[in-house]
T-cell receptor, first 114, second 115 residues
Framework: AQSVTQLGSHVSVSEGALVLLRCNYSSSVPPYLFWYVQYPNQGLQLLLKYTTGATLVKGINGFEAEFKKSETSFHLTKPSAHMSDAAEYFCAVSLNTNAGKSTFGDGTTLTVKP | DVKVTQSSRYLVKRTGEKVFLECVQDMDHENMFWYRQDPGLGLRLIYFSYDVKMKEKGDIPEGYSVSREKKERFSLILESASTNQTSMYLC??????????????FGPGTRLTVT
């Protein structure tokens, strides 16, 4: 079984500031990890993913995330927030034993202040 | 580009009505999913299909059924809509898991209101 915890349902940053959205997971086998973004009135779209290999993964729109096995974490960062980053962000975990299903976190709403 | 389309963006139905939500994907994906999204609860899996006519219950299947007669189409059915089924419904698709795992592609969602 697997689970995902996103710390902080709402995060607010100023434009130009660092964005840090936290995700911790629990799984009994090596996980596959994803971050998705959802803009208002839209479906989710993939930001980045970790499957195997390099633990620092880069995604679209300047976002990146680092897989830290010892901390069971996959935090999402962006050095400088832009107004267009305001959205809801979901962390998800999947295992190679669960036939393609993912477990999603509850989501973090990012607000960017001018 | 992968495209997942859902039949309606907004839907208003009355309690007790039978409701059909349709989802179509154009990338020949094996897997298809139906989720409901509620504030503070994230995405919860209702049903999952890994092949035509194959389905598997997710975390919250009660009150729902599904149909997959063709590979590209996955329908969610509310047999008798109730007010607690008012929600955003998201459809997604992905390739079958093989040597790696493939991300899910989402439709724009259907916001269903049951009155």
């Amino acid at each position: 079984a697997q689970s995902v915890t996103q710390l902080g349902s709402h995060v607010s940053v100023s434009e130009g500031a660092l964005v840090l959205l936290r995700c911790n997971y629990s799984s009994s086998v090596p996980p596959y990890l994803f971050w998705y973004v959802q803009y208002p009135n839209q479906g989710l779209q993939l930001l980045l993913k970790y499957t195997t290999g390099a633990t620092l993964v880069k995604g679209i729109n300047g976002f990146e995330a680092e897989f830290k096995k010892s901390e069971t974490s996959f935090h999402l960062t962006k050095p400088s927030a832009h107004m267009s980053d305001a959205a809801e962000y979901f962390c998800a975990v999947s295992l190679n034993t669960n036939a393609g299903k993912s477990t999603f976190g509850d989501g973090t709403t990012l607000t960017v202040k001018p | 580009d992968v495209k997942v389309t859902q039949s309606s963006r907004y839907l208003v139905k009355r309690t007790g009505e039978k409701v059909f939500l349709e989802c179509v994907q154009d990338m020949d994906h094996e897997n298809m999913f139906w989720y409901r999204q509620d504030p503070g609860l994230g995405l919860r899996l209702i049903y999952f299909s890994y092949d035509v006519k194959m389905k598997e219950k997710g975390d919250i299947p009660e009150g729902y059924s599904v149909s997959r007669e063709k590979k590209e189409r996955f329908s969610l059915i509310l047999e008798s809509a109730s007010t607690n089924q008012t929600s955003m419904y998201l459809c997604a698709s992905s390739l079958m898991q093989a040597l790696g795992f493939y991300e899910q592609y989402f439709g724009p969602g259907t916001r269903l209101t049951v009155t």
